[in-house]
């Protein structure tokens, strides 16, 4: 594991918390960017990506 995908991962989830409960488009879109970095950091380290719907809790 690299030390550069966990802080992408955990930048991610930090952007996409901020963001995923706003209605404006400006929001949805920093939550996707903030899905699409803590996946990228996920791969780098060899694990999957997330693909369950963001805030239902479902784990992988």
């Given at each position: 594991m690299s030390i550069e995908g966990k802080a992408k991962e955990a930048a991610g989830f930090?952007?996409?918390?901020?963001?995923?409960?706003?209605?404006?488009?400006?929001?949805?879109k920093k939550a996707q960017e903030g899905r699409d970095l803590r996946n990228e950091g996920?791969?780098?380290?060899?694990?999957a990506p997330?693909?369950?719907?963001p805030g239902t809790g479902a784990k992988e």
């Open positions: 930090v952007k996409e918390e901020l963001n995923e409960h706003s209605d404006t488009p400006e929001a949805k996920r791969i780098e380290d060899g694990k997330k693909t369950t719907e």
